[in-house]
């Protein structure tokens, strides 16, 4: 059971819109930043969003992200088959003492 | 280009120890916190550890509290993970990642070592 939830999985068509959530709580998302992960399969992650929506360098700007309250949500708009991936969220957990990330969306580009 | 190279990853058995070895190379490497993360087969990602720039602040998950130890030299651009009393559950590819102002934001990534704990 992880700290941070999201759907365990979502769908979507070519060039459509996508959203992911990621629900937490006062002691996290509340209180800190949310980064978020893309992991291709059998590859290493990586940073697609840091500070809540920062786009990391290289990024395309379909991707983007916010955060209201205890929950984020990381956006992509004009889905392509590239995109299929699992995304992750994460952030500091201030009662943890230490990092807490997602269980992870696997998306479906149908 | 910012490199991280992972090594000493293996096939232990349950009470046993391991140490892994990151090398940062491509960015000056005391200027940043470094994490290990973790996958175990076909499960999400787990953050295991976290150690600030200089070394003087480490945390731990709970599920690695007190049997793992994280550590730096920045002299050799190096990361380490000491993991003693190993259990089954500790099977999972180990990365090392460098963050990026926030210890979650880790920007760059190593390609992962393999670490089998098994009887």
């Known amino acids: 059971q992880s700290v941070l939830t999201q759907p365990p999985s979502v769908s979507e068509a070519p060039n459509q819109r996508v959203t992911i959530s990621c629900s937490g709580s006062s002691s996290n998302i509340g209180n800190n930043a949310v980064n978020w992960y893309q992991q291709l399969p059998r590859k290493a992650p990586k940073l697609l969003i840091s500070y809540n929506d920062v786009l990391t360098s290289g990024v395309p700007d379909r991707f983007s992200g916010s955060k209201s309250g205890t929950s984020a949500s990381l956006a992509i708009s004009g889905l392509q088959s590239e995109d299929e991936a699992d995304y992750y969220c994460?952030?500091?957990?201030?009662?943890?003492?230490?990092?807490?990330f997602g269980g992870g969306t696997k998306l479906t580009v149908l | 280009e910012v490199q991280l190279l992972e090594s000493g990853g293996g096939l232990v058995q349950p009470g046993e120890s391991l140490r892994l070895t990151c090398v940062g190379s491509g960015y000056t490497f005391g200027h940043d916190a470094m994490s290990w993360v973790r996958q175990a087969p076909g499960k999400g990602l787990e953050w295991v550890s976290g150690?600030?720039?200089?070394?003087?602040?480490?945390w731990y998950a709970d599920s690695v509290r007190g049997r793992f130890t994280i550590s730096r030299d920045n002299f050799k651009n190096t990361l380490f993970l000491q993991m003693n009393s190993l259990r089954v559950e500790d099977t999972a590819i180990y990365y090392c990642?460098?963050?990026?102002?926030?210890?979650?934001?880790?920007?760059?990534w190593g390609q992962g070592t393999v670490v089998t704990v098994s009887s």
């Open positions: 990642a460098k963050a990026e102002g926030l210890v979650a934001a880790a920007a760059a």
């Open positions: 994460a952030t500091w957990d201030d009662s943890l003492n230490g990092v807490v």
């Open positions: 150690i600030s720039y200089s070394g003087s602040s480490a």
